[in-house]
Nanobody, 114 residues
């Protein structure tokens, strides 16, 4: 069974923090590179960060130094710690393999606004 369940989003003021979680089925998670993606209103979905099964990470320039991706291989879960949030970070955030599969979860809405 394929499963991707994102959680942890919400409304936060500029400069605030949020931590997103994504629970994935083993077929998606195990030994695979996992990524976080986001889609802002009227824009295409773009990759934010990804992490290999060994823990190597890569970030989009727009979030470097502010976001941290991590994973717990025992729990088939990937996380995205987001600090110093900006209004332009407002989007629906998704997790998936990197490169992504055709299947997507429901995403988690992040809104950064005062």
């Amino acid at each position: 069974q394929v499963m991707l369940v994102e959680s942890g989003g919400g409304l936060v003021q500029p400069g605030g923090s949020l931590r997103l979680s994504c629970a994935a089925s083993g077929s998606i998670f195990s030994l695979n590179t996992m990524g976080w993606y986001r889609q802002a209103p009227g824009r295409q979905r773009v990759v934010v960060a990804h992490i290999t099964s060994a823990g190597s990470t890569n970030y989009a320039d727009s979030v470097k130094g502010r976001f941290t991706i991590s994973r717990d291989n025992r729990k088939n879960t990937v996380y995205l710690q987001m600090n110093s949030l900006k209004p332009e970070d407002t989007a629906v955030y998704y997790c998936n393999n990197a490169p992504p599969r055709a299947y997507w979860g429901q995403g988690s809405q992040v809104t950064v606004s005062s």
